[in-house]
Protein backbone atom coordinates (compact mmCIF):
# COMPACT_ATOMS: atom_id res chain seq x y z
CA UNK A 1 0.00 0.00 0.00
CA UNK A 2 2.81 2.53 1.15
CA UNK A 3 4.90 1.74 -2.19
CA UNK A 4 1.80 1.80 -4.50
CA UNK A 5 0.80 5.16 -3.04
CA UNK A 6 4.29 6.93 -3.36
CA UNK A 7 4.71 6.17 -6.88
CA UNK A 8 0.46 7.04 -7.60
CA UNK A 9 2.10 10.26 -5.94
CA UNK A 10 4.58 10.71 -7.76
CA UNK A 11 3.04 9.62 -11.17
CA UNK A 12 0.47 12.70 -9.82
CA UNK A 13 2.95 14.78 -9.81
CA UNK A 14 4.37 14.17 -13.35
CA UNK A 15 0.96 14.09 -14.77
CA UNK A 16 0.30 17.57 -13.04
CA UNK A 17 3.08 18.55 -15.29
CA UNK A 18 1.69 17.43 -18.03
CA UNK A 19 2.89 13.67 -18.26
CA UNK A 20 0.24 12.17 -19.99
CA UNK A 21 1.95 8.78 -19.95
CA UNK A 22 1.69 9.54 -15.89
CA UNK A 23 -1.17 9.76 -15.72
CA UNK A 24 -2.75 6.97 -18.39
CA UNK A 25 -0.44 4.82 -15.74
CA UNK A 26 -2.28 6.45 -12.65
CA UNK A 27 -5.83 5.70 -14.24
CA UNK A 28 -4.82 2.30 -15.00
CA UNK A 29 -3.91 1.81 -11.26
CA UNK A 30 -6.72 3.76 -9.79
CA UNK A 31 -9.90 2.49 -12.32
CA UNK A 32 -10.50 -0.87 -11.25
CA UNK A 33 -12.12 -0.01 -7.65
CA UNK A 34 -14.25 3.24 -9.40
CA UNK A 35 -15.08 0.00 -12.37
CA UNK A 36 -16.76 -2.22 -9.84
CA UNK A 37 -18.70 0.41 -7.66
CA UNK A 38 -20.28 1.81 -11.02
CA UNK A 39 -21.40 -2.41 -11.42
CA UNK A 40 -22.81 -2.09 -8.12
CA UNK A 41 -24.30 0.88 -8.64
CA UNK A 42 -26.23 -0.61 -11.58
CA UNK A 43 -25.19 1.12 -14.13
CA UNK A 44 -25.35 -0.70 -17.63
CA UNK A 45 -21.76 -1.85 -19.51
CA UNK A 46 -21.66 0.71 -22.07
CA UNK A 47 -22.84 3.63 -19.73
CA UNK A 48 -19.94 2.77 -17.39
CA UNK A 49 -17.22 2.81 -19.73
CA UNK A 50 -18.91 6.14 -20.76
CA UNK A 51 -18.81 7.60 -17.51
CA UNK A 52 -15.56 6.43 -16.68
CA UNK A 53 -14.00 8.39 -19.21
CA UNK A 54 -15.81 11.34 -18.33
CA UNK A 55 -14.42 11.20 -14.53
CA UNK A 56 -10.77 10.45 -16.24
CA UNK A 57 -11.21 13.27 -18.34
CA UNK A 58 -12.70 15.57 -15.73
CA UNK A 59 -9.62 14.58 -13.55
CA UNK A 60 -6.99 15.31 -16.02
CA UNK A 61 -8.66 18.58 -16.98
CA UNK A 62 -8.76 19.79 -13.87
CA UNK A 63 -5.37 17.72 -11.74
CA UNK A 64 -3.66 21.20 -11.64
CA UNK A 65 -6.64 22.09 -8.90
CA UNK A 66 -5.35 19.06 -7.06
CA UNK A 67 -3.56 20.20 -4.08
CA UNK A 68 -1.91 17.19 -2.67
CA UNK A 69 -0.86 14.78 -5.36
CA UNK A 70 -1.06 11.78 -2.50
CA UNK A 71 -4.96 12.63 -2.23
CA UNK A 72 -5.32 11.48 -5.98
CA UNK A 73 -7.59 8.73 -5.01
CA UNK A 74 -10.28 10.13 -2.93
CA UNK A 75 -10.54 13.37 -5.36
CA UNK A 76 -11.15 11.04 -7.96
CA UNK A 77 -13.84 8.77 -6.26
CA UNK A 78 -15.26 12.18 -5.64
CA UNK A 79 -15.32 13.16 -8.87
CA UNK A 80 -16.73 9.73 -9.61
CA UNK A 81 -20.00 10.23 -7.35
CA UNK A 82 -20.33 13.66 -9.20
CA UNK A 83 -20.61 12.70 -12.26
CA UNK A 84 -22.72 9.47 -11.63
CA UNK A 85 -24.83 12.10 -9.72
CA UNK A 86 -24.67 14.55 -13.14
CA UNK A 87 -25.70 11.78 -15.12
CA UNK A 88 -28.84 10.38 -13.04
CA UNK A 89 -30.13 13.91 -13.12
CA UNK A 90 -29.75 14.30 -16.62
CA UNK A 91 -30.97 10.66 -17.75
CA UNK A 92 -34.56 12.36 -15.47
CA UNK A 93 -34.19 15.17 -17.61
CA UNK A 94 -33.98 13.43 -20.74
CA UNK A 95 -36.82 11.09 -20.03
CA UNK A 96 -38.72 13.98 -19.15
CA UNK A 97 -37.94 16.06 -22.37
CA UNK A 98 -38.88 12.86 -24.33
CA UNK A 99 -42.36 12.53 -22.88
CA UNK A 100 -42.63 16.08 -25.03
CA UNK A 101 -40.83 15.27 -28.28
CA UNK A 102 -42.97 14.11 -31.32
CA UNK A 103 -42.24 10.39 -31.65
CA UNK A 104 -42.27 11.12 -35.58
CA UNK A 105 -39.17 12.95 -35.44
CA UNK A 106 -37.34 10.50 -33.05
CA UNK A 107 -38.28 6.73 -34.19
CA UNK A 108 -37.79 5.31 -30.87
CA UNK A 109 -39.57 5.55 -27.22
CA UNK A 110 -38.58 6.88 -24.63
CA UNK A 111 -35.96 4.83 -22.08
CA UNK A 112 -37.16 5.19 -18.43
CA UNK A 113 -34.98 6.39 -16.09
CA UNK A 114 -31.84 4.77 -14.53
CA UNK A 115 -32.72 1.69 -12.28
CA UNK A 116 -36.17 1.83 -13.62
CA UNK A 117 -37.26 4.94 -11.26
CA UNK A 118 -39.65 7.26 -12.13
CA UNK A 119 -38.63 10.51 -12.30
CA UNK A 120 -39.83 13.00 -10.11
CA UNK A 121 -43.19 14.37 -10.06
CA UNK A 122 -42.27 18.05 -10.81
CA UNK A 123 -40.63 16.45 -13.98
CA UNK A 124 -44.01 14.23 -15.40
CA UNK A 125 -45.31 17.80 -14.82
CA UNK A 126 -43.88 18.70 -18.06
CA UNK A 127 -45.85 15.71 -20.48
CA UNK A 128 -49.12 17.17 -19.39
CA UNK A 129 -47.73 20.07 -21.13
CA UNK A 130 -46.88 18.36 -24.95
CA UNK A 131 -50.46 19.46 -26.66
CA UNK A 132 -49.76 23.07 -25.54
CA UNK A 133 -45.92 23.50 -27.11
CA UNK A 134 -45.57 23.40 -30.80
CA UNK A 135 -42.85 20.52 -32.08
CA UNK A 136 -40.37 22.78 -32.94
CA UNK A 137 -40.63 24.49 -29.05
CA UNK A 138 -40.45 20.75 -27.42
CA UNK A 139 -36.73 20.07 -30.22
CA UNK A 140 -35.51 23.02 -29.03
CA UNK A 141 -35.65 23.10 -25.69
CA UNK A 142 -34.49 19.36 -25.78
CA UNK A 143 -31.82 19.98 -27.39
CA UNK A 144 -30.69 22.76 -25.01
CA UNK A 145 -31.66 21.19 -21.78
CA UNK A 146 -31.87 17.82 -22.54
CA UNK A 147 -28.79 17.35 -25.13
CA UNK A 148 -27.11 20.41 -23.39
CA UNK A 149 -26.22 21.60 -26.56
CA UNK A 150 -24.58 25.28 -26.57
CA UNK A 151 -26.21 28.17 -28.50
CA UNK A 152 -23.54 27.71 -31.24
CA UNK A 153 -24.10 23.93 -31.99
CA UNK A 154 -27.96 23.85 -32.36
CA UNK A 155 -27.27 27.27 -34.92
CA UNK A 156 -25.12 24.79 -36.62
CA UNK A 157 -27.74 21.96 -36.79
CA UNK A 158 -30.95 23.84 -37.88
CA UNK A 159 -29.31 26.79 -39.77
CA UNK A 160 -30.34 29.56 -38.20
CA UNK A 161 -28.38 32.16 -36.58
CA UNK A 162 -27.32 32.07 -32.61
CA UNK A 163 -29.38 34.79 -32.37
CA UNK A 164 -32.58 33.35 -33.81
CA UNK A 165 -31.95 30.28 -32.09
CA UNK A 166 -31.71 32.01 -28.75
CA UNK A 167 -34.80 34.37 -29.30
CA UNK A 168 -36.60 30.71 -30.03
CA UNK A 169 -35.32 29.32 -26.54
CA UNK A 170 -36.11 32.61 -24.47
CA UNK A 171 -39.99 32.19 -26.66
CA UNK A 172 -40.07 28.53 -25.73
CA UNK A 173 -39.41 28.97 -21.86
CA UNK A 174 -41.51 31.55 -21.81
CA UNK A 175 -44.78 29.96 -23.36
CA UNK A 176 -43.88 27.01 -20.82
CA UNK A 177 -43.82 29.00 -18.19
CA UNK A 178 -47.20 30.23 -18.97
CA UNK A 179 -48.47 26.79 -19.36
CA UNK A 180 -47.41 25.88 -15.94
CA UNK A 181 -48.67 28.78 -14.34
CA UNK A 182 -52.32 28.10 -15.64
CA UNK A 183 -52.10 24.47 -14.63
CA UNK A 184 -50.63 25.67 -11.27
CA UNK A 185 -47.67 23.86 -11.29
CA UNK A 186 -45.41 27.32 -10.84
Given at each position: ????????T???????G?????Y????AL??????R??L????Q??????????????????????????????????????????W?????W?????S?LP?????V????????E????????F??L?P???P????V?????????????????????M??V??????????L??????R?L?
Open positions: MGCEQTDLALIERARGDQRACVAVTETPLRWLRQGISSDREDLLEEVYVEGWRSLRKLRDPAAFKAWIWRICRATVHRRVRAQEAAFLLFDLLDAPAPAPGGAAPLSLGAAEAELSEDRLLWRRFGERLRLREISALTGFSGHHRQIDGARERGRALRRGA
